[in-house]
Nanobody, 126 residues
């Protein structure tokens, strides 16, 4: 059962920006952490960023720190990922995922996340 629907992916040139949206089918506050993960062809799924639903505390992977910004709108049950200064190595399918308790998102454990979306493709290329 799909609990998240991602949107906003597409083709962008290096240095460009995209804003991804993740609409949850239930209250975002039902999740402790909501995160963005990505998976490039031939690579493992990796955690990009997490946000704590209650107070909006963010966490970023080192590879995106300073370029990506995660935010949430609990009234709309939506989480966003603003991606700036995009690089070709950011090319991947981006997934939204939520966990009800624990620290899987912070630890980067994709297998520990409870619910997932189907992903949206981001391609950074000239």
């Amino acid at each position: 059962q799909v609990q998240f629907v991602e949107s906003g992916g597409g083709l962008v040139q290096p240095g460009g920006s995209l804003r991804l949206s993740c609409a949850a089918s239930k209250f975002t506050l039902d999740y402790y952490w909501i995160g963005w993960f990505r998976q490039a062809p031939g690579k493992e799924r990796e955690r990009v960023s997490c946000i704590r639903s209650s107070d909006g505390s963010p966490y970023y992977a080192e590879s995106v720190e300073g370029r990506f910004t995660i935010s949430r709108d609990n009234a709309k049950n939506t989480v966003y990922l603003q991606m700036n200064s995009l690089k070709p190595e950011d090319t991947a399918v981006y997934y939204c995922a939520g966990e009800s308790a624990g620290s899987s998102c912070l630890m980067g454990y994709a297998s520990g996340m409870d619910d997932w979306g189907k992903g949206t493709l981001v391609t950074v290329s000239s």
